[in-house]
């Protein structure tokens, strides 16, 4: 599989008071598409700082990201946007669905801010995605009519309803009881087989046990990177 | 179009939340509602009120109309009475001969509230002599079929003919009977009706009744049947444009002076001064009630923003949430600046309905109060405005939330709990 991220000396400072505290200090790593990642560190080690530059959501200090062939480091919050709706997927150890929207329309919701959206193949796609984690007999509920794995579920078919490169994953089974952090991993890993990327990030070595390649980080650096 | 593709879900949204949240809705509504209400209300009232004036106006023969009437001496010419000859006949050939501003003049001589009698059917009315001037002065006329008015030679003749207001016909005759050609009394004297004048039918019931009222006479039969002397009461005059009206008046007092050898024995009236009070009276009511309004209108501005406020800070995971998956700044603007406009569109419409409300009780009670008062009617245009104002307060007052809901960092806005 092509090489889908190549990351440089990465650094992520943020300036409290006197003192710099760097959550990213000098990040080297490459992936591949279909990569099964597992991110691994204790708290305040940077695993959410890199996620969330990896995901479009935040800027680096300095160093270079080069997603898809293009250096995407410094770009501007419009253009941040369009790869978070096109490029990649979130989900969260909380789900963060939305509860006034159904399901479906909380899957639909990436393609919402697309440039192309059009209601009904938004729709199509949603129902689509929700098929492909088995939540299709639940389109018009609201999610708190759901039970916690299936909320996980509808959250994984919002992440991959737009058909991404790559899908984040922050503690994705953090709220979840032991039967469904199974289910929720084994879908997650299912979709490799599409060349999604995967990148989960965690604290828990059950869960970093199921990826193929685990990084560990400490105080900003990439302190092991070891394939399984 | 992209902004509609954009916008439609925007709104959506905001009807939803809307319906989430209708009591908090409804309250923030409250100020837009009281607003576009009184707004609304005020407006056409009114504009109602202006209505009835120009009604009034028109019929006291419009801006294009100037009276001339007798008066006493002022108390620095008091000692000269015996000198003052007051208006006649000679006034009005000096007027026509000179002042070509005057398109008519119409010299009339009030006999004064009289009892008129047709075999022992009797009414009680003004008698007015007057000159066939006095149709396109007053604007009147007589319908085909009702006969004629009084003419020259009525006038050179000093002919016993009369003309019946439409309400004394009615009250005179009988339904069957044709009053034309009919002889009756005029305090006690033999008058044959030549005509009947024209029917006012103002919507201003108690105003029409007094414009049907009278009866007209040749003016030198008045003066040498009844009154005894050559004094005119009153003159009308009509000029062409009512923007010469000023002009008429000064050249009329000067001539009239000049006839009266300076002697001040007449008062000169328009119906501007009337028209004056009357548009003062109607900006001092758009003044009170707009600021009311206004007050009302920007107490909803400020409401609508609390809420938008309230609820995006309630909704600040909701905003990462969105961003999260792809919404730009410009995304969250468009729909927060969307639900605001919903609320407002919706506390406008409600404000319509609730001024549709007011009016109907103002007409009510100015109608119980004043039965001839013309009612007011809402007007599309002045609602339209209304709805357009609610949807601007809403609008200023949601850029402010909005702006707040586009700037906040989303991974700041994902932690917020
Ligand atoms: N917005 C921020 N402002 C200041 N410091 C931050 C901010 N975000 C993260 N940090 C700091 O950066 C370091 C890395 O944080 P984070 O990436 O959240 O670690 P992890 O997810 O591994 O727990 C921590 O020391 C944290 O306090
Ligand atoms: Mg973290």
């Known amino acids: 599989m092509g090489s889908l991220v190549t990351i440089r000396g990465l650094h992520k400072a943020y300036p409290m008071g006197d003192e710099t505290v760097h959550a990213l200090d000098g990040v080297d790593l490459d992936f591949d598409r279909g990569e099964y990642i597992a991110i691994l560190g204790p708290s305040g080690s940077g695993k959410s700082t890199l996620m969330h530059i990896l995901g479009f959501m935040d800027q680096p200090t300095a160093g270079s990201i080069i997603f898809e062939g293009e250096e995407v480091s410094s770009l501007g919050a419009d253009r941040r946007a369009w790869y978070r709706s096109n490029r990649v997927g979130f989900v969260f150890q909380s789900f963060n669905l939305l509860p006034r929207l159904t399901v479906l329309e909380n899957v639909a919701l990436p393609l919402l801010y697309r440039e192309d959206s059009d209601r009904k193949a938004n729709e199509a796609a949603a129902k689509h995605a929700l098929e492909r984690v088995g939540m299709s007999h639940r389109l018009e509920h609201r999610p708190t009519q759901l039970s916690g794995g299936e909320r996980q579920r509808v959250a994984i078919a919002r992440a991959i309803v737009g058909k991404p490169s790559i899908v984040f994953a922050d503690e994705p089974t953090g709220n979840l009881d032991v039967k469904n952090v199974d289910r929720i991993l084994d879908l997650l890993g299912s979709l490799l087989a599409e060349g999604i990327t995967v990148i989960v990030v965690t604290h828990d070595l059950g869960v970093a046990a199921r990826a193929r390649r685990i990084i560990s980080m400490r105080a900003g650096k990439v302190q092991e990177d070891r394939r399984q | ?417």
């Not at chain 2, 959506?12 to 100020?31: D, W």
């Not at chain 2, 729909?335 to 009780?361: C, D, K, T, Y």
Request: glycine fraction near 10%; hydrophobic fraction near 45%.
């Open chain 2, 1 to 417: 179009m992209r902004i509609f593709v954009r916008l439609r879900p925007a709104v959506i949204n905001g009807l939803r939340e809307l319906q989430a949240n209708k009591v908090r809705s409804l309250l923030s509504m409250s100020g837009i509602i009281l607003g576009v209400a009184s707004l609304v209300a005020m407006v056409t009232v009114v504009e109602g009120m202006m209505g009835n004036f120009k009604q009034f106006v028109d019929g006291m023969g419009g801006l294009e109309k100037i009276t001339v009437e007798r008066q006493s001496l002022p108390k620095d010419q008091e000692h000269l009475a015996a000198l003052s000859e007051s208006i006649t006949l000679r006034d009005v050939d000096q007027i026509r001969a000179t002042i070509p501003l005057i398109s008519n003049i119409s010299p009339e001589v009030s006999v004064g509230w009289e009892k008129i009698v047709y075999e022992g059917r009797e009414a009680v009315t003004s008698i007015l002599g007057c000159t066939p001037d006095y149709l396109p002065v007053a604007r009147r006329w007589i319908d085909p079929g009702q006969g004629r008015f009084i003419s020259d030679l009525d006038i050179l003749y000093r002919t016993d003919v009369v003309v019946l207001g439409a309400s004394i016909a009615t009250d005179l005759f009988p339904p069957n009977v044709d009053p034309l050609g009919k002889v009756i009394r005029v305090k006690g004297k033999r008058f044959v009706v030549v005509g009947l004048l024209n029917k006012i039918n103002g919507s201003n019931g108690m105003f029409s009744r007094w414009r049907n009222n009278g009866v007209f006479i040749p003016v030198t039969t008045a003066t040498s049947k009844f009154t005894g002397n050559n004094h005119l009461t009153a003159l009308g005059l009509r000029i062409a444009d009512a923007n010469d009206l000023q002009y008429a008046v000064d050249q009329v007092e000067r001539s009239l002076l000049q006839m009266h050898h300076g002697l001040k024995d007449f008062s000169i009236n328009t119906n501007e001064e009337t028209l004056e009070s009357f548009r003062k009276t109607q900006s001092a009511f758009k003044l009170s009630l707009g600021g009311v309004a206004a007050i009302s209108l920007f107490i909803g501005g400020i409401g609508i923003m609390n809420v938008m406020l309230a609820s995006i800070n309630e909704r600040i995971r909701e905003i990462g949430v969105r961003k999260a998956v792809g919404a730009r700044g410009s995304d969250l603007f468009l729909q927060f600046l969307a639900e605001a406009a919903v609320i407002s569109v919706m506390g406008g419409v409600i404000g319509l309905s609730v001024s549709m409300g007011i009016v109907w009780l103002m007409n009510y009670i100015l109608t119980q109060a004043i039965p001839s008062m013309a009612l007011s009617t809402l007007d599309w245009k002045i609602m339209a405005q209304g709805l357009g104002f609610s949807v601007i307060v809403g609008l200023v007052a949601g850029v402010y939330p909005a702006l707040r809901a586009a700037k906040l960092d989303p991974i700041e806005a994902l932690r917020h709990e």
